[in-house]
């Protein structure tokens, strides 16, 4: 019949002070005591039946039988190592991010090429879908969540606020030239609710917006699309089409912008916030939003 394998915690300490032929050394390297160490090994002998080191003043040597075993026993603490040594690269070798489209494609590709730039050893894999990642069972290791910073048994670090103004092309010609022209124009996804607050905070009758029926679109990046193709008046966050308004072709004709009190967080599970990688990405993104 097989007998049970030792207590761990006594196989590591004899494996430490194996390899540095001194309690002390091992205890230095494992965080305990030289007492505990000891003591650790006089159960592992206890438990064997023979001497594994012989005990001089000052110094310990293994003897025949704990050389033989020491063998075998630091053989196996090296493939350990080298096991999750691989398994460790590995992980920090891809960095996933799950987003959202309209953040993939207007904030994280535009900018992602600095950080890659700055972590070359990084590969850098975005998943943008409008549904929350599963941390439990997807292959994510952060992600960029819209909210109010309520994400239970994660960690997050707030970015940057959720705004949005009105913004249309210049096939559209010159625009409304005060909030209330806008009903003269055709709004594109007139049912969004950041129509109604920012309609709200311009003082204007929000109400209105209920008898408009106009074109609604998945996401701020195809309403945009539609805005440059003169098709009607987007409401956007200006932050994630920088270039579109450098460029002219979106153009904001008021000054408000307004929020609704939420923001886009970076997010991870608790037990991954010692990943280098992370903590790279984190440095990164809130120097980067700042």
Not at 114 to 133: K, N, P, W
Not at 197 to 220: H, K, P, V
């Amino acid at each position: 019949m097989m007998q049970a394998i030792p207590s761990l915690a006594a196989i590591r300490a004899f494996e430490a002070a194996a390899r540095h032929q001194s309690f002390t050394r091992a205890a230095e390297e494992l965080g305990m005591s030289q007492a505990s160490v000891s003591y650790q090994i006089r159960v592992l002998e206890e438990r064997l039946g023979f001497r594994l080191f012989a005990r001089a003043a000052r110094k310990v040597h293994l003897t025949r039988d704990g050389e033989r075993l020491a063998k075998s026993v630091v053989e196996a603490f090296d493939l350990m190592r080298a096991a999750f040594q691989t398994v460790e690269a590995d992980q920090q070798a891809t960095l996933t991010i799950s987003a959202t489209p309209t953040f993939s494609a207007n904030w994280l590709a535009p900018n992602i090429g600095r950080f890659q730039i700055a972590h070359s050893e990084i590969a850098v894999r975005v998943l943008a879908h409008e549904e929350r990642a599963d941390f439990a069972r997807a292959e994510v290791d952060l992600a960029i969540r819209y909210g109010d910073g309520d994400f239970p048994g994660l960690r997050a670090h707030r970015l940057m606020p959720t705004e949005f103004t009105p913004v249309f092309g210049p096939a559209l010609g010159a625009g409304p030239r005060t909030p209330a022209e806008l009903f003269d124009f055709p709004l594109i996804s007139p049912g969004d609710s950041y129509w109604r607050i920012w309609m709200e905070q311009a003082g204007c009758d929000a109400a209105l917006l209920d008898r408009l029926t106009g074109t609604s679109m998945a996401s701020q990046t195809e309403a945009a699309q539609a805005a440059m193709a003169g098709h009607g008046i987007a409401m956007l966050s200006p932050r994630f089409f920088a270039q579109d308004f450098a460029s002219g072709r979106l153009i904001q004709p008021f000054d408000l912008v307004a929020t609704d009190g939420m923001a886009h967080w970076l997010v991870y599970p608790e037990s991954r916030r010692n990943l280098s990688k992370i903590r790279l990405f984190r440095r990164w993104i809130e120097a980067e939003t700042a």
